[in-house]
């Protein structure tokens, strides 16, 4: 078992910057392959970034080039530093754990989520 808790969410303009944090607890963290959804109102939930056990990224590419995933194995957490926020980026954000070793963009492929932390742009 992975228990998630997501931080840093809040209300940004257009242009600006946040910091999402995932703290991870349970299992051994580096086991996992960790990722970031989102979902939109009205919308289905999304991939946005993901770090493989092994350290490769993966990136959405509506967020590639902008966002950036990183993880802290000493302190079992995976951040996204996100840049340049549009509008279309505000969603609540979760966090997602997975035991393999890619960065599987299917929301099927995470077997443990946290409970999401909003993230509102205004323009």
């Known amino acids: 078992q992975v228990q998630l808790v997501e931080s840093g969410g809040g209300l940004v303009q257009a242009g600006g910057s946040l910091r999402l944090s995932c703290a991870a607890s349970?299992?051994?963290?580096?086991?996992?392959?960790m990722g970031w959804f989102r979902q939109a109102p009205g919308k289905e939930r999304e991939f946005v970034a993901a770090i493989s056990r092994t350290g490769g990224l993966y990136y959405a590419d509506s967020v590639k080039d902008r966002f950036t995933i990183s993880s802290d194995n000493a302190k079992n957490t995976v951040s996204l530093q996100m840049n340049s926020l549009k509008p279309e980026d505000a969603a609540i954000y979760y966090c997602a754990a997975r035991y393999g070793s890619s960065g599987s963009p299917r929301v099927t492929s995470y077997a443990y989520w946290g409970q999401g932390t909003q993230v509102t742009v205004s323009s």
């Open positions: 349970g299992r051994t963290f580096s086991s996992y392959t």
